[in-house]
């Protein structure tokens, strides 16, 4: 079965940090844009990093610049969120997806979705 899994998150005080992983299962990563996304309540889920199958290219929303940063191992066939300076408003379930292909920025439409995880900012 393919899938995504997401873990890391969890409840943080304001300016705390938390690392998200997205791991693949039953497919590698290799040759996978992935997205970072997120969803709190009451709004439309937004996309908040990317990062090209090659890991040369990242992007960030405007609100994460210069918080958080995007990488991965294809080593470990993951893909990983490291969120500092964390806020009340980073507050959201996050989601990771892969788009198969070479893109220089990030795609329209992802092929597979993780479940999410929770995180949770605040004091």
């Known amino acids: 079965q393919l899938q995504l899994v997401e873990s890391g998150g969890g409840l943080v005080q304001p300016g705390g940090s938390l690392r998200l992983s997205c791991a693949a299962s039953?497919?590698?990563?290799?040759?996978?844009?992935i997205g970072w996304f997120r969803q709190a309540p009451g709004k439309e889920r937004e996309g908040v990093s990317w990062?090209?199958?090659?890991?040369?290219?990242?992007d960030y929303v405007d609100s994460v610049k210069g918080r958080f940063t995007i990488s991965r191992d294809n080593a470990k066939n993951t893909v990983y969120l490291h969120m500092n300076s964390l806020k009340p408003e980073d507050t959201a379930v996050y989601y990771c997806?892969?788009?198969?292909?070479?893109?220089?920025?990030?795609?329209?439409?992802?092929?597979?979705w993780g479940q999410g995880t929770q995180v949770t900012v605040s004091s």
């Open positions: 039953g497919f590698t990563l290799d040759g996978y844009s």
């Open positions: 997806a892969a788009a198969l292909g070479a893109y220089t920025r990030p795609p329209l439409r992802f092929d597979y």
């Open positions: 990062i090209s199958s090659s890991g040369g290219s990242t």
